[in-house]
């Protein structure tokens, strides 16, 4: 309301202005002159729908076009200084703004990496490229055991609440996403009607069991069956953990648990809205394979999956054990890294708990592969990915398809101003402050995310055929090269351990055997009560108890 009354005053006194020179006096052109042209701006930036930041401030917003005229020196010493201490570089962010754009995504001068420092990862290419498959590739999600079989694509829209961002932002991605035919993942906060635009939708259901909770918070099968009957929903995504903040339940402020809120969540309205740590459905890896089939029953025998950040290989060996034990297996796992998420979290959360995407990635492949399920179990990867290079590297480390949130968020709109917590979003992207949402177009956005993600999945078909491949089963980690030092590079090959087909129930590697024998179909805490010193992983030692 207050940019509203403040333009008002400014064509008010423009026109006056005008008046004042033509009528009294001649010296008032100055003033005219210069509260003509800024009064045709404000209007114009009140009322276009390109540029949100614009609508919620104008004239003002201009400044931050000013400073990406001036990139990359100018932009990118504001911008990345308020970013999170793990920015996307200059080219990613170009990368993704001019993709959803529908520009080019070239840049001049070539690369501006540092391709001999340690760690530079690159894609081995084919001296004998192939031709682009005329379609995107799409992965069938659905086990043995699941009826209604979903063809997923290779990027997707990751978990993002209605609470963590507005009603616009989502209508936005679920519309893009209808239009680009690939996924939109709902987030912990339930089912709304913002997620059901059209698009197909993978409902998650957190710990907190939002819009299928009971008055004391457990899970409700009979609203979950009702809900997960809706065409629109083609599968169901447990999640254990998340990336950002893995081990502790989401929080969404007071300030955004509006009345909306609050009724699609089933919480209070104005109160601070904390998920549990842990799932209440579930205490051990027996059960959660057991909750898997249940929700697979009641959804009508739609896929179900789970998501988690990894944090120890015994957990998802105990979980391989469980699924051994039960005679059933999940249809999708989303491996989500440390280094991804959208939402607020402990800054010791954000940079010290949960494996990284690769290790976490590798980690859960290897162990389906090693226990003989991993035909019958697709792998999501979630975790920063951005770009056609990020996708193909995921599907070599293990990955069938990629989910991405922050990306999508800035194809939305979001400038990564970090105000998501405070409600006060100056794009209307992570805000419920009507007045600051309404900036957001949905129709302008949910183009800008189709455009990124058709354009970043070609780029994806276009390396792998670059690499001669011309279906993602033929990827390998001999593709994947990393540079260990200045003088050696080597494949993910060559690196890591990748374990052949059954043989953890074979004969374990004995890398492996240690965790494979302490991992317990019964229990997700194999540390609690021993204290696993190294010498003892190591020499074989007898573990010293505390």
């Known amino acids: 309301m207050v940019r509203f009354v403040a333009v008002a005053v400014l064509v008010v006194a423009a026109v006056a202005a005008v008046i004042a020179a033509v009528e009294w006096s001649w010296a008032w052109i100055v003033a005219a002159v210069i509260l003509v042209p800024v009064a045709v701006v404000a209007v114009y930036d009140i009322t276009q729908r390109r540029h949100s930041i614009l609508r919620n401030y104008p004239v003002l917003g201009h400044m931050r076009f000013l400073l990406e005229a001036l990139r990359p020196e100018m932009q990118q010493y504001f911008v990345e200084r308020n970013f999170d201490g793990r920015p996307y570089d200059r080219d990613t962010r170009s990368l993704i703004y001019e993709r959803a754009k529908g520009t080019a995504a070239e840049l001049a001068f070539g690369t501006e990496r540092d391709i001999d420092r340690p760690g530079y990862e690159y894609l081995v290419h084919s001296t004998a490229p192939i031709e682009n498959p005329p379609e995107p590739f799409r992965i069938r999600i659905g086990g043995p055991d699941c009826t209604r079989p ?162 120890s290989r015994i957990d998802v060996l105990a979980m391989c054990k469980a699924m051994l034990a039960e005679g059933a297996t999940p249809d999708f796992i989303v491996v989500d890294g440390a280094e991804g998420g959208t939402a607020a979290a402990p800054l010791e959360y954000e940079d010290h708990v949960g494996l990284p995407l690769t290790d976490g990635l590798m980690t859960v492949h290897n162990a389906l592969v090693g226990v003989g399920l991993r035909d019958r179990i697709r792998i999501g990867a979630s975790g920063k990915v951005a770009s056609g290079n990020d996708i193909v590297k995921r599907l070599i480390q293990g990955a069938d398809y990629t989910n991405a949130a922050r990306a999508m968020m800035m194809a939305v709109g979001c400038i990564q101003s970090q105000r998501c917590h405070t409600n006060h979003c100056p794009v209307g992207v992570a805000t419920q402050d009507p007045r600051r949402a309404r900036a957001l177009d949905v129709a302008d956005k949910s183009e800008r995310v189709f455009n990124y993600q058709k354009a970043t999945v070609a780029q994806a078909m276009r390396i792998m055929a670059s690499m001669g491949v011309d279906d993602p089963a033929q990827l390998s980690p001999h593709m994947l090269r990393k540079r260990l030092s200045a003088t050696d590079q080597r494949s993910y090959a060559e690196i890591f351990e990748w374990l052949d087909e059954g043989v953890l129930l074979a004969d374990p590697p004995a890398s492996w055997q240690a965790d494979w024998e302490r991992a317990d179909a019964g229990s997700f805490r194999p540390y609690v009560g021993s204290r696993m010193w190294t010498s003892a992983c190591t020499t074989g030692e007898k573990n010293r108890s505390v």
């Open 150 to 311: 979903y063809d997923m694509a290779l990027l997707n829209v990751s978990s993002m609440s209605f609470g963590a961002l507005s009603a616009n932002a989502l209508r936005a991605l679920n519309k893009g996403a209808m239009k680009g035919g690939f996924v939109h993942e709902t987030g912990e906060g339930g089912l709304t009607p913002f997620h059901l635009q059209g698009a197909d939708v993978f409902w998650e259901i957190g710990s907190g069991y939002f819009g299928t909770r009971t008055a004391d918070g457990h899970f409700d099968p009979d609203t979950f069956a009702e809900k997960a009957a809706d065409e629109r929903v083609k599968a169901i995504n447990i999640k254990l953990s998340q990336g950002a903040k893995p081990g502790i339940g989401g929080v969404l402020p007071a300030a955004k648990v509006t009345a909306e809120i609050a009724r699609y969540r089933g919480v209070p309205q104005g109160q601070k809205c904390v998920s549990p740590a842990a799932h209440s459905a579930f205490s051990t890896p027996r059960e959660l394979i057991r909750f898997v089939a249940r929700l697979r029953e009641l959804s009508g025998g739609k896929p179900v999956g789970f998501k988690l950040c990894v944090g």
